[in-house]
């Protein structure tokens, strides 16, 4: 059995509630992702996506120095790194989530993307429904 501990990123950069949101699109931009964990002490509080920043940010007209906890998303799935691949991406698919941030009791201990499931052999076929369905259900884009 394949875990989310084998696949997923364990260096993941996050931001504080305090942080401003252009601080943390600039993050975004340096790292090459689409989304920052917004932790407190390795707590995870809630996550910020590229899209969040542009819908509740920018399309609001808030000012750059805005803090992420009033544009990031605090109602959030996470996963343990025990969690097998499979039952991660039927999660990821019925959640209609990009990415999932993985726990140990609240710490944030790494994220596993769609990509991650994609590019593990055994996961190929889960990571491909999952994105289709995220894909197809424009309902849940938010």
Do not use: W
């Not at 084998?6 to 790292?31: F, Q, R």
């Not at 509740?56 to 691949?85: H, W, Y």
């Amino acid at each position: 059995m394949t875990t989310l501990k084998d696949i997923m990123t364990e260096e993941v950069d996050a931001c504080s509630p305090a942080d401003n949101i252009y601080d943390v699109a600039v993050k975004m931009k340096n790292d090459h992702v689409g989304a920052i964990p917004i932790c407190v002490d390795g707590k995870l509080m809630g996550m910020i996506t590229d899209r969040d920043i542009v819908i509740r940010g920018v399309a609001e007209k808030l000012p750059n120095t805005s803090q992420a906890q009033e544009v990031m998303s605090d109602d959030i799935f996470t996963a343990q790194s025990s969690m097998d691949v499979t039952e991660a991406a039927k999660l990821m698919a019925e959640h209609q989530i990009r990415r999932l941030p993985i726990v140990d009791g609240d710490k944030l201990i790494g994220i596993v993307s769609l990509g991650d499931l994609a590019v593990h052999q055994s996961t190929e076929h889960e990571a491909a429904i999952a994105l289709s369905e995220i894909s197809e259900l424009p309902q849940y884009h938010h």
